[in-house]
């Protein structure tokens, strides 16, 4: 075999490779993945490139059309990094989510993501001392994630948008609560303030392992209902200044 002839042979196996690379279906890589058993999919097309995902649940949070973009040319700095999109964040009883991810072993980063996620879903996982209907939703805005393993970097924004909770007489509306996101002895830090219509104040961590402690207070507006105030009794007497303790 001539030395052209070997050049165009290994020209020839380099663009078949290239073209498998780029025709690989996403299907064929994630059904071999041996995911979380809280993770499921449904519905997967597309390349591993620039796929699709029909149906997705996270800790049993339902995520629809869940669309990727990946730049092979990423992965030369040793990050799967892509493009996301899901859900529809018109749909305010939906998750949805948007922005750029970063994946390692072990590890998570995000850049200019923005989540919106249904109020009942999350707080119904909260330590509350008695169960509460929630609507809303939630809005996080993440300017920088870093966490691997626990949180190294965080810069955000999040909101509890038209904040409302179930009475004996309908729901009672509490306006809007902001919040800022940032990292603090490797857990993440959640810290809310007034003025709000819960006159809540807070700092929320969720530590590596996932255990939430929330300390605060909060004085409801006198506005509210009063079985907002008879309610608020669960957590104690109010301080001299009316404000009630929160240690969960």
């Known amino acids: 075999m001539t030395r052209r002839s070997l050049f165009a042979l290994l020209l020839g196996l380099l663009a078949y490779v ?22 499921g999919v449904q519905g997967i097309s597309g390349t591993i490139w620039q796929g699709h995902i029909a149906q997705m649940s996270l800790q049993g949070i339902p995520l629809s059309n869940v669309r990727w973009q990946i730049s092979p040319w990423r992965l030369l700095t040793g ?13 305010v009883d939906a998750l949805s989510l948007q922005g750029q991810l970063s994946l390692t072993p072990g590890a998570v980063g995000a850049t200019d ?26 809005k ?4 920088e994630l870093d966490y691997a393993q626990q949180c190294h970097s965080l810069s955000g924004k999040g909101q509890w948008l038209n904040a409302a909770v179930a ?8 306006g809007n609560f902001n919040a800022d996101l940032a990292c603090e002895n490797e857990s993440v830090l959640v810290s809310i303030n007034e003025p709000n219509q819960f006159g809540l104040t807070a700092r929320a961590t969720i530590s ?16 509210l209902p009063q079985e907002v105030h008879d309610a608020a009794r669960l957590f104690g007497q109010p301080d001299n200044q009316g404000y009630y303790q929160i240690r969960l």
């Open 140 to 143: 996080v805005d993440l300017q």
């Open 208 to 223: 590596p392992t996932l255990k939430i402690r929330v300390n605060g207070r909060f004085k409801p507006d006198q506005d």
């Open 18 to 39: 290239f073209f498998l690379l780029v025709k690989l279906p996403a299907a064929q890589v994630i059904s071999r993945v041996d995911l979380p058993d809280n993770i």
């Open 79 to 91: 990050k799967l990094a892509m493009d996301i999109q899901a859900g529809n964040s018109r749909d």
């Open 167 to 174: 009475g004996t007489q309908g729901y009672i509306s509490l």
């Open 113 to 138: 993501l923005q989540l919106y996620l249904p109020a009942d879903l999350l707080i119904a996982k909260l330590p509350l001392p008695l169960p509460v209907n929630a609507r809303g939703r939630f």
